[in-house]
């Protein structure tokens, strides 16, 4: 008997180029068993739509062959990146199988880097009898973000109808993997597909384990990692003097960056709620020329952080400044420091550049509408919700930042990943 013991993840069971990885081995292989390895959040998209086991029945349907008996198990671990965790779990499962006398299949290629590599440490460690397969994407190139369909919006009979494997015929994109640096290779590419993700955190963990990366590489990763955090030391030096150098004399384009990586990893509450002090300092940026801050503003520490604080006395000697910012209001309730309400308020006042003032005004309606409410309220905040709220795509909000800061580059952290590619490939090379 076969038994095929595949995680399922994003690219499963089809993408709009065709079989997933889990599929595809089903349709190829022909297990009489297949067990699926569910994380929590596979389970719950099983458990809305069955999308896995109604691929594996469509499949089956479609071929004449009696369907696969299938199995779910359900993983309670949530810290899906983390490779040390799947160990015991997948070790306890694949000791099953084994011991049953059945041929074990084993899907490397879906579900996280972390349970691919748990898989891989353990069919390399060569006590377990098993097969381990990977399966080449239709494209046979790496994945892009626009193969893989929404998983919150899935309709898998209408994703069997456009399956291109049923139109192109079957080509097998399976293989068993055989040679001795396996693990290092599948080590790699986990770590490309991570950087490519922007999850240059859980990048850096793997690719420490890598015996083949070199040291640059290594420290690249980790600059990456650090430089989303704003943290900007040891890319200075790993980048220094190149068109990715890290931007110490200009924070705010570094932040711009950051803004632009979580949007485009899906983060969009948290994208919604950075773009308050994005806002502030490019409205301090526009104000500038005209109203130098030294006019209404000082700059005091709170804690540790540093804030723009009122200058009192200089706003009450300017008429101007004193109607503008309601002086009487600030004499009253003393606020402790200058909200996007005063800079736009001065920004009215003061700016002569008509088209930043527009744009400004854009980024404060968006602040205004979704930004309190995702900071301070639990609630959905899915890609159309916040769009819906904001009456704006939140690919324009990103690239009004990018527009008025004037001299941005879209596309940092994906030059970076491709950038780390290089070097990893120049290491197996």
Not at 2 to 7: A, D, K, Q, V, Y
Not at 11 to 23: H, K, R
Not at 238 to 265: C, I, P, W
Request: glycine content about 4%; hydrophobic content about 40%.
């Amino acid at each position: 008997m076969t038994t095929l013991l595949s995680p399922v993840g994003t690219a499963d069971p089809i993408t709009i180029l065709g079989d997933g990885p889990m599929l595809h081995i089903v349709r190829m292989r022909r297990p009489e068993k297949v067990v699926l390895f569910l994380s929590p959040k596979m389970a719950g998209f099983q458990e809305r739509d069955q999308r896995y086991t109604r691929a594996i029945e469509l499949l089956s349907s479609s071929e004449g062959l009696v369907a696969p008996e299938i199995q779910l198990i359900k993983s309670d671990n949530r810290e899906v990146h983390r490779f040390d965790l799947f160990i015991d779990e997948f070790e306890d499962i694949l000791r099953d199988l084994v011991a049953s006398g059945e041929h074990v299949l084993v899907n490397t290629s879906s579900g996280t880097a972390g349970m691919a590599q748990a898989l891989v440490a353990l069919g390399s460690f060569g006590r377990l009898d098993i097969e381990l397969l990977q399966v080449t994407t239709p494209r046979n190139d790496t994945n892009k973000k626009d193969d893989r369909e929404d998983p919150d919006n899935y309709d898998v009979d209408l994703m069997w109808e456009l399956d291109r494997e049923l139109e192109d015929g079957e080509t097998d994109r399976v293989t068993t993997v055989q040679t001795p640096n396996f693990s290092e290779r599948l080590l790699r590419e986990n770590v490309s597909s991570l950087c490519h993700s922007y999850e240059f955190e859980a990048a850096n963990e793997l690719v420490q384990k890598m015996t083949s990366a070199s040291d640059k590489t290594k420290q690249m990763v980790a600059a990456a990692a650090a430089r989303l955090n704003l943290d900007g030391n040891l890319s200075a030096k790993v980048f220094g003097g190149t068109e990715l150098s890290y931007k110490s004399n200009d924070l705010l384009l570094e932040y711009l960056y950051v803004m632009e990586a979580r949007l485009k990893q899906g983060h969009y509450a948290e994208f919604v709620r950075a773009l308050s002090p994005a806002l502030t300092e490019l409205m301090r940026k526009y104000l500038q020329p005209y109203l130098p801050d030294k006019r209404y503003m000082v700059k005091k520490r709170r804690g540790s952080d540093e804030v723009y604080a009122y200058n009192i006395d200089a706003i009450r000697e300017d008429k101007k400044l004193s109607d503008t910012l309601n002086i009487a209001y600030l004499d009253k309730k003393a606020p402790s420091y200058i909200n996007n309400v005063a800079f736009m308020s001065l920004v009215k006042a003061y700016c002569k550049d008509d088209v930043a003032v527009r744009k400004l005004e854009q980024l404060r309606d968006v602040e205004f509408a979704a930004r309190n409410s995702l900071a301070h309220t639990l609630r959905v905040s899915s890609r159309s919700s916040i769009e819906k709220q904001c009456g704006t795509p939140l690919d324009r909000t990103m690239a009004l930042l990018f527009e008025l800061h004037g001299s941005a580059n879209p596309g940092l952290y994906e030059r970076i990943a491709d950038a780390i590619d290089a070097s990893l490939n120049g290491a197996r090379a």
